[in-house]
């Protein structure tokens, strides 16, 4: 099992920018990949972005494509989510999460889950 703690959520305006940190720790070496989804009030969990451990390749949403950008930090177990160019429509609670699968856009393939970090973007 692998544990996962998120951090750096908060409230911006449209425009700025945020960096979300997800601490793993626990069976790191058995995820094959870590992935960012993200839920906002009355609608579904929706994917975000992922990344490979070993960083050959990273996924993201059509949605966040040239805005956000995912990173991970081997020594650290961490993996990063920076967010420029904020939008309000980018609130929601995100969440890190960890799989063993090759299909990293569903969630139901993650096993693993963080609490999750708000952000809220005013306009």
């Known amino acids: 099992q692998v544990q996962l703690v998120e951090s750096g959520g908060g409230l911006v305006q449209a425009g700025s920018s945020l960096r979300l940190s997800c601490a793993a720790s626990?069976?790191?070496?058995?995820?094959?990949?870590m992935g960012w989804f993200r839920q906002a009030p009355g609608k579904e969990r929706e994917f975000v972005a992922a990344?490979?451990?070993?960083?050959?390749?990273?996924y993201y949403s059509d949605s966040v494509k040239g805005r956000f950008t995912i990173s991970r930090d081997l020594a650290k177990n961490t993996v990063y989510l920076q967010m420029n160019s904020l939008r309000p429509e980018d609130t929601a609670v995100y969440y890190c999460?960890?799989?063993?699968?090759?299909?990293?856009?569903?969630?139901?393939?993650?096993?693993?889950w963080g609490q999750g970090t708000q952000v809220t973007v005013s306009s």
């Open positions: 999460a960890a799989t063993t699968s090759t299909v990293v856009v569903l969630s139901r393939e993650y096993a693993d």
């Open positions: 626990g069976r790191t070496f058995r995820s094959y990949a």
């Open positions: 990344i490979r451990w070993s960083g050959s390749s990273t």
